[in-house]
Nanobody, 123 residues
Framework: QVQLVESGGGLVQAGGSLRLSCAAS????????MGWFRQAPGKEREFVAR????????DYLDSVKGRFTISRDNAKNTGYLQMNSLKTEDTAVYYC????????????????WGQGTQVTVSS
């Protein structure tokens, strides 16, 4: 089974940018569709973005469309979430997740999760 490790979180001012990385190991990353989710304090985990096994298709939460970009490099076994024009409401712990058989915005479709990385956007 694949293991996932996120990195790239931190503190940024509103309007700034961050790029999150999700490093996969254990199994070729190309066998998994990938998603990014986030969870803010006191809120449920929500879908942010997803990308297919080959990267041919992507999908986003409406509130991040045009600001966030999900991508992957299967040769490097790494996925990414580029976040631009960050807003205070983007503050959350961000998780990457991998799904072997389904491409979904539903968290229960994902088989493996990383430990999360904190993103804090200040005003």
């Amino acid at each position: 089974q694949v293991q996932l490790v996120e990195s790239g979180g931190g503190l940024v001012q509103a309007g700034g940018s961050l790029r999150l990385s999700c490093a996969a190991s254990g199994v070729p990353f190309r066998r998994y569709a990938m998603g990014w989710f986030r969870q803010a304090p006191g809120k449920e985990r929500e879908f942010v973005a997803r990308i297919t096994w080959t990267g041919s298709s992507t999908d986003y939460l409406d509130s991040v469309k045009g600001r966030f970009t999900i991508s992957r490099d299967n040769a490097k076994n790494t996925g990414y979430l580029q976040m631009n024009s960050l807003k205070t409401e983007d503050t959350a712990v961000y998780y990457c997740a991998a799904a072997m058989t389904r491409w979904s915005e539903v968290a229960t479709a994902y088989d493996v999760w990383g430990q999360g990385t904190q993103v804090t956007v200040s005003s």
